[in-house]
């Protein structure tokens, strides 16, 4: 299996303008399926579509602070290109790091490779959203308001059952899809009015109910923490009426959805084909030009 992917060279470099649009970008998390959102992103931006805020869960959190620094590609170039480095994911990271992604490795060795546009990213308002592992409750960290936002994105995107709690701010956080699975909600009550959700599943995909197995697995690992517990047991029942919530909010242009254009079923969390990967980042580049005329019109460009 090729360790790159074939069409890495070619992958988009640039940067965004500075103009900002008002509203929110609000970003799903999904692992590696999260690359359909950098094919998402990397569109908007050359387009010209850089929303003021940005709020991301899990890898919607990392894809969302390469999209608020404006960095065309940079999210696509790092995860085709690195996914089999055993310091970004897999056992070493798990021992060095308590995670199975190596947040040391992005946001420390990738700086003299890739470097990241801290100045550009410090221009927009930014949201990285954990589980609060004691309590089971969302915290929406905002990068103005939070000593360390890349701790809470770290903490965001850092996965049950194979990682450790990160702390930030004296709470202790999973990944933010154990309370929230897409926080368009939040950029409801902050008063937006032009929200983009990009989805990381396709538009008749739900989640399954845990089963029994499954649930004896989660009392048993997190035996000691029953918010986490019930919030993991209770995920497909959440995400199922999230998903109801937002076709209904779609269908009156409340928020305007993007999402795959095919099952992803295919696609692992931890997908390590990486033809796939990048066939992947190319379909959502296809599905956000299919429907930029139509984004351009709810964001009233046209």
């Known amino acids: 299996m090729d360790k790159i992917f074939s069409g890495w060279d ?3 470099k640039g940067y965004s303008s500075d103009v900002l649009t008002e509203g929110c970008l609000v970003l799903e ?22 929303m003021s805020c940005v709020c991301g869960v899990s ?23 690195y996914r ?12 060095t790091e308590g995670g199975v992604i190596g947040f040391d490795y992005i946001f420390g060795n990738l700086e ?6 801290y100045e550009a990213f410090g221009k927009r308002r930014f949201v990285a959203v954990t589980s609060d592992v004691d309590t089971g409750r969302t915290h929406y960290w905002e990068k103005d308001n939070c000593s360390d936002i890349f701790q809470a ?28 699975n897409i926080p368009y909600n939040w950029a409801i009550r902050q008063g937006y009015k032009k929200i983009i959700v990009v989805k990381t599943r396709a538009a008749d995909y739900r989640e399954p109910s845990a089963s029994d197995a499954a649930v004896k697995l989660i009392e ?23 998903m ?11 928020v305007y959805m993007i999402q795959p254009s095919r099952s992803l079923d295919d696609i692992g969390r931890l997908e390590s084909d990486m033809e796939k990967l990048g066939r992947l980042y190319y379909l959502g580049r296809k599905d956000c030009e299919d429907r930029l005329d139509d984004i351009k019109g709810y964001l009233n460009y046209l």
Do not use: W
Not at 244 to 254: A, I, M, Q, T
């Open 220 to 242: 048993t690992i997190y035996k000691d923490k029953p918010a986490l517990s019930y919030n993991l047991i209770h995920m497909s029942e959440r995400y199922n009426l999230e």
């Open 153 to 180: 994105i770290r903490a965001s995107a850092s996965m049950p059952y194979v990682s450790m709690p990160v702390e930030v701010e004296g709470t202790y956080n999973l990944d933010g899809g154990c309370s929230v």
């Open 29 to 50: 998390g999904g692992a590696f399926r999260a690359l359909y959102s950098s094919g998402v992103t990397d569109v908007l931006m050359e387009n010209g579509i850089n």
């Open 244 to 254: 109801d919530e937002l076709f209904y909010l779609n269908s009156h242009r409340s």
């Open 112 to 117: 003299g490779i890739d470097p990241f546009d």
């Open 84 to 95: 089999h480095d055993k310091n970004y994911v897999g056992f070493k990271p798990m021992f």
């Open 59 to 81: 890898a919607g959190a990392l894809n969302g602070a390469n999209y608020a620094s404006g960095q065309i590609g940079r999210s696509a170039r790092i995860n085709l290109r």
């Open 10 to 12: 070619a992958l988009p």
